[in-house]
């Protein structure tokens, strides 16, 4: 059976769900289709919260059904197949679905088998990760009833969705312990592919004495490449010296906040790190099915789809626009950048529907809530140049209690009953 719809949107996440119901609201009579398999949708910004025992999961998951916007249709079914020349996707049922215009946002995926042994132990061995919705509550159990010793929080070199949870949750844990008077128990590292701790210097400047006053040690530019939870042992390669290596390795050595210097034409060297509790997180690029696809951008080794990173329009196909985690635009994937990303898409369909040119344009906006402590946290806002964007009249990278409360309590009830909605 064929069927064809005027705007076809592929996935009802965070960014799918936005620009329909905007779109709607917009234009009511538009035959708007929303491909996505998941009976489910989740609240993701709040599982660091929840490793951090502070949020409770079951409020991170609600009925995908609820958030269809009314005058759409839901297709449940996945997307296997784009076939753009011809205007139409290919679903896992078998069925094709063609469209006039075509909206991507199906999501960023996680790449688990990039980390040896890590899938076979996680939520074991005090091995956990907040990118899951079954493991963000274990990882609350490990931090919770850890008694001191050696404590790794990993970040991939890859991009991955919100670049600060890798590092928020080890904040909150070491406050944790700090509280239960047990950190000087604990020696922290911070294993990363990042160069440095943030890129907007700004932000990274609290970061960096946020790090000190943990005595985290961080190995910048490391490639994470198995996690063993038996042998309780973690590989990554790295390029850095003999010397930082010995540096950073060393527990007496509070240097946490040097960045690595990095030489691409060093030799790649394996280093190995015992740990009794570990955080992980995946590599990531996109969905498979989008890699694949003619729609991905073939000069990136993720697979993102491409698109002008001002428009969103798809640099080769006019009639496709992308948003979300799911696009080579280069900016911090985000709920935050979708909430700037999705009035451009809307507004620009509405010029390309009407023939008109797309010129509402998307300038990298993102956002990243840093919880520096328990009741604390740092709103570090920025764009593509990594320029400072702050929104309140005042210095946000001074982490304070009303941007906790922002992020605890505000953006949860905004994201349910207002973004999902499109009305903000
Ligand atoms: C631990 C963690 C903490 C985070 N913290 C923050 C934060 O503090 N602030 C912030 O702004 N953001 C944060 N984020 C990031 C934020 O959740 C994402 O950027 C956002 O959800 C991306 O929206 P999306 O629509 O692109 O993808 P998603 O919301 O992941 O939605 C993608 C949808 O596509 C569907 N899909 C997948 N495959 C197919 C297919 N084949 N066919 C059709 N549909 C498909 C999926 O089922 C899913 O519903 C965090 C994420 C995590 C994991």
């Given at each position: 059976?064929?069927?064809h719809f005027k ?8 960014a799918g769900?936005s620009?329909a119901s905007?779109?709607i609201s ?8 929303i491909?996505?398999?998941s009976?489910k949708?989740?609240?993701?910004p709040?599982w660091?919260?929840?490793g951090?025992?502070i ?8 009925n ?8 759409s249709?839901?297709?449940?079914d ?7 020349s ?13 469209y006039?215009y ?9 790449d ?7 899938k ?11 990118y899951l919705f079954?493991f ?12 001191g010793?050696?404590d790794?929080?990993t970040?991939?070199?890859t991009?991955?969705?919100?670049g ?16 239960k008077g047990?950190l000087d128990?604990?020696d922290?590292?911070?294993?990363s592919g ?20 943990f ?9 994470v490449?198995s996690?063993?939870?038996d042998?309780?042992k973690i590989?990554?390669?790295t390029q850095?010296t003999d010397?930082?290596?010995k ?7 509070a ?6 210097p990095?030489?691409p ?12 509790l570990?955080?992980?997180v995946p590599?990531?690029?996109a969905?498979d099915?989008?890699?694949k696809?003619p ?8 697979g993102f789809v491409e ?5 969103l ?11 979300g ?6 900016c ?6 979708i ?7 809307v507004a ?6 009407k ?9 990298g ?8 402590q328990y ?6 806002e920025?764009d593509?140049?990594?320029?400072p964007?702050?929104t309140?009249?005042f ?12 992020k605890?309590?505000?953006?949860p009830?905004?994201y349910?009953n ?7």
């Open positions: 059976m064929k069927e705007i076809l949107i592929i996935g009802g996440g965070n769900l620009v905007q779109l917009k234009k009511s009579n538009l035959n708007i289709g491909i996505e398999p009976q949708h989740y609240y993701q709040a660091t919260l929840v951090a025992g949020y409770d999961i079951n409020k991170t998951v609600r995908e059904k609820n958030y269809i916007p009314k005058n249709t839901w297709i449940i996945a997307v296997t197949e784009f076939m753009p011809e205007n139409k996707v290919l679903c896992k049922s078998g069925k094709e679905i063609s006039d075509l909206v991507v946002s199906p999501g960023i995926q996680l688990w088998d990039k980390i040896k042994s890590l076979e132990t996680l939520g074991k061995n005090n091995v956990s990760s907040n079954e963000a509550p274990k990882t609350w159990g490990f931090i919770q009833n850890f008694k010793g050696t790794v929080f970040n991939p070199p991009p991955i969705k919100c600060g949870a890798p590092h928020k949750i080890m904040y909150l844990a070491c406050d944790y312990w700090k509280t047990i128990k604990c922290v590292h911070y294993v990042g160069a440095g701790i943030f890129g907007v210097p700004e932000y990274a400047e609290t970061l960096k004495e946020v790090l000190k006053k005595e985290i040690i961080t190995h910048f530019n490391s490639n490449i996690i063993n939870g042998t309780k590989v990554y390669e850095a010397e930082t290596i540096q950073n390795l060393s527990t007496l050595d240097y946490c906040y040097t960045i690595a990095h030489d034409n060093a030799e790649t060297k394996k280093v190995s790190l015992k740990f009794d570990c955080h992980a590599p990531q690029s969905p099915f989008v890699k696809s729609l991905a951008d073939s000069n990136s080794p993720y698109v002008d990173k001002y428009t329009q798809h640099s080769r196909f006019p009639n496709v626009f992308a948003l985690d799911c696009t080579n635009a280069p911090s994937k985000t709920g935050a950048a909430r700037k990303q999705a009035p451009v898409v620009n369909i509405l010029s390309v529907l023939q008109q040119k797309p010129t509402a344009s998307y300038d906006y993102s956002a990243c809530p840093i919880p520096t009741g604390k946290l740092m709103l570090a920025f593509y140049d990594n320029k964007k702050m309140f009249p210095d946000q990278a001074k982490p304070r209690w009303t941007m906790w409360k922002l605890t309590k505000i953006l009830w905004l349910w207002k973004i999902l909605k499109g009305t903000v």
